[in-house]
Structures are given as C-alpha cells and as structure tokens.
T-cell receptor, first 115, second 112 residues
Framework: GAGVSQSPSNKVTEKGKDVELRCDPI?????LYWYRQSLGQGLEFLIY????????KSGLPSDRFSAERTGGSVSTLTIQRTQQEDSAVYLC?????????????FGQGTRLTVV | QKEVEQNSGPLSVPEGAIASLNCTYS??????FFWYRQYSGKSPELIMSIYSNGDKEDGRFTAQLNKASQYVSLLIRDSQPSDSATYLC????????????FGTGTRLQVTL
C-alpha cells in the first residue's frame, strides 16, 4: 500500500475483553514500531521490530500486552483483559530499515476505548 | 532525566513571525533526529530529518543540530495559522536495532 495502514480505526470494548490491533506497514519497510498516545499526552513507546532481530519489548507496560510480526510484514498488537487505563490511540509506524538514517512514517492510528 | 525533552508550551507567535522550537536529548550516541507535526486528533507527520551538525533547510522550515550541546531545534519562518499544531522531536541512537524516542511535544499557536 501507499502508506501504513491500521485497523480498526476505532474500537470500543468492554473491560476484561481481549483486543487485537493490526498494522500493515509500507511495503519493503523492515522496521515497525508501536506507540501509545493517551489524550493530551506524548507518544509512549511500546515495541519495535527490525527485520529478523529480536524485538525490543522494553516499552510494553504489562504482560497483558504482546505483539507479533508475521513474515516480517503485518504486525498485531494484542491486549488481554483490557482495563480502562488502556484507552488511548495506538499508533504504528514503519521505516525502510533500522539504521540510523531512516525516516519513520505513521499510520492513522487505532482509537481504543475500554468501557 | 528524560531522554528527549521539549517545552510543552504553548508557544504563541504572531502570523508572519519566526517560530523557534527546541529539543534536548540525553544520549550522546544519538545519531538521527526528526521533527514531526501533529494536528489535534491526527497522527504525527514527518516534516524534517537531520543527521549532521549544522542547519538543514526545507522551504519555510530549518532544522538545526548541535551534537556537542545535545540539542536540536526547528525554525518555522513566516509562520501561518495552519502551522498551529504540536511539534514532536524524535531521536534515534546509533545501531540497527534502535528505537525512535519521542519528546512530549511543543504546542505551537500562530495568532492572526
């Protein structure tokens, strides 16, 4: 695709349910990032995938959060047993590589609301 | 100390003036620096990248990098109301497996 695609755009879920958020990066991009942005706040790093390297999971806030990247392309962020504090916009970005001089581009985000 | 620091603002400038946005970072091995613009309710949009000390100009935007002082800035000349947004500074350190770290952003308001 022309840009980073995220689905769904909006998700409302009940507290305690599991959710899956999908990110389809720009074709050929080997690096993929997930961030979370709460209302009025900055971007909170969650996880980073680069090629076949082990992902950097240092930003995942709890063991309820996990992410996979299958075949080096599409990524899924899973949140188990959702809590109200998980409500935020989840942003995915991709870049051509993990080297320093590469620019990252964002998808439109998934707005998650836990009720 | 935060890895990337920005003044949250708001920074208010009159239309036509120069807006100056600043960012400092703590990791000396940082290699790549980016400025993103984020309108309310939208996702961040890349506007500038800079990798070497000095200035880099693109239209009305100039990014300035000083690695010795560990700061990067963004100048917006002839500011327009449409420039009103939050500007995010992002930093990546050397290495292939390195994440992109963001500051909390500076809110810019361009007044008529």
């Amino acid at each position: 695709g022309a840009g980073v695609s995220q689905s769904p755009s909006n998700k409302v879920t009940e507290k305690g349910k599991d959710v899956e958020l999908r990110c389809d990066p720009i074709s050929g991009h080997t690096a993929l990032y997930w961030y979370r942005q709460s209302l009025g706040q900055g971007l909170e790093f969650l996880i980073y995938f680069q090629g076949n390297s082990a992902p950097d999971k240092s930003g995942l806030p709890s063991d309820r959060f996990s992410a996979e990247r299958t075949g080096g392309s599409v990524s899924t962020l899973t949140i188990q047993r959702t809590q109200q504090e998980d409500s935020a916009v989840y942003l995915c970005a991709s870049s051509p590589g993990g080297g320093g001089n590469t620019e990252a581009f964002f998808g439109q985000g998934t707005r998650l609301t836990v009720v | 100390q935060k890895e990337v620091e920005q003044n949250s603002g708001p920074l208010s400038v009159p239309e036509g003036a120069i807006a100056s946005l600043n960012c400092t970072y703590s990791d000396r091995v940082s290699q790549s620096f980016f400025w993103y613009r984020q309108y309310s309710g939208k996702s961040p949009e890349l506007i500038m990248s800079i990798y070497s000390n000095g200035d880099k100009e693109d239209g009305r935007f100039t990014a300035q990098l000083n690695k010795a002082s560990q700061y990067v800035s963004l100048l917006i000349r002839d500011s327009q109301p449409s420039d009103s947004a939050t500007y995010l500074c992002a930093v990546r350190r050397i290495g292939t497996a390195s994440k992109l770290t963001f500051g909390t952003g500076t809110r810019l308001q361009v007044t008529l």
